[in-house]
């Protein structure tokens, strides 16, 4: 019995202290955030602000636009999510379900691709986006998004458990695909949806690599984007960039926290079904 103790005691120790110091960095950038200019540059480096001030945040928003960036990621974050969750949703649910030519050896190919890395495929999708005039326009940041192969892999795991018998008393009831998918299918796939709304509006928020070569105008920037240009013009000023750095995961991080619980459940149910 005080093994056990001692046992669970030390793995929750183990566990406080890797935690500990996962979060570290985090919470001293918060601290330094709140920082006079210069602060942060001592040596031993702070824990915590002699005196709290608000000017880094007031600088960054009234100076350096950040306000008007971080609306520019999230409507590309919103875009996004919305039209790759119904391309994803519909292509899954097809390919778990649905009959066509070629189904199996297209689904192969597309998990192929996943093998690709994504840096390989911009300066095609780049001449791409010039073709259709999309260049220096959100159009550009959110078209490649718009359906992502693990997503489609993600919900044809989980539609695959939808029972065959349950649609087909439906297309026997006189329901078309249509009505089949909206009324049946979605409703039973809510956890998956919430999973992969997280997933995609992370990535797009997060993405700086492809917003850097689309949108050149720096009025359309996004958030990361903008920040990294903000660093390269204050580059001592280390508590104006923390507090820039905790306005843009800020709104990320509150989403995960508010929603893992479904984001987990999701991940878990999409891996075990189908």
Not at 134 to 139: C, I, R
Request: glycine residues 8%; positive net charge; without cysteine.
């Amino acid at each position: 019995m005080k093994n056990s103790l001692w046992q669970r005691a030390a793995v929750n120790g183990l566990l406080v202290a890797m935690a500990f110091v996962a979060l570290f960095p985090l919470l001293w950038m918060l601290s330094v955030s709140f920082m006079h200019r210069g602060e942060a540059s001592s040596f031993p480096p702070p824990l915590l602000p002699a005196q709290a001030t608000l000017e880094n945040y007031r600088e960054l928003f009234e100076r350096a636009g950040m306000g008007r960036y971080l609306l520019n990621s999230l409507g590309v974050a919103v875009a996004t999510t919305l039209l790759s969750l119904a391309f994803n949703l519909a292509a899954g649910y097809a390919f778990a379900k649905l009959r066509f030519a070629g189904r199996e050896r297209v689904f192969q190919v597309l998990l192929g691709a996943l093998v690709i890395p994504a840096q390989v495929a911009m300066i095609p999708l780049f001449l791409i986006m010039k073709w259709l005039g999309l260049v220096n326009s959100y159009g550009g940041v959110v078209v490649p998004m718009m359906a992502g192969v693990f997503g489609i892999f993600l919900v044809r795991q989980y539609a695959g458990s939808i029972p065959d018998d349950l649609l087909e008393a439906a297309r026997i009831d006189g329901a078309g695909e249509a009505r089949i998918f909206a009324t049946i299918v979605l409703p039973l796939l809510k956890p998956i949806v919430v999973t992969l709304a997280i997933f995609t509006f992370l990535a797009s928020w997060n993405d700086f690599m492809w917003p850097l070569i689309v949108l050149s105008d720096q009025a359309w920037q996004t958030a990361p984007v903008a920040l990294a240009a903000l660093s390269r013009e204050h580059v001592q000023d280390n508590e104006l960039m923390m507090a820039g750095s905790v306005v843009t995961i800020l709104p990320v991080l509150l989403l995960f926290l508010v929603l893992q619980r479904h984001y987990i459940q999701g991940l878990l149910l999409g891996s075990v079904k189908g």
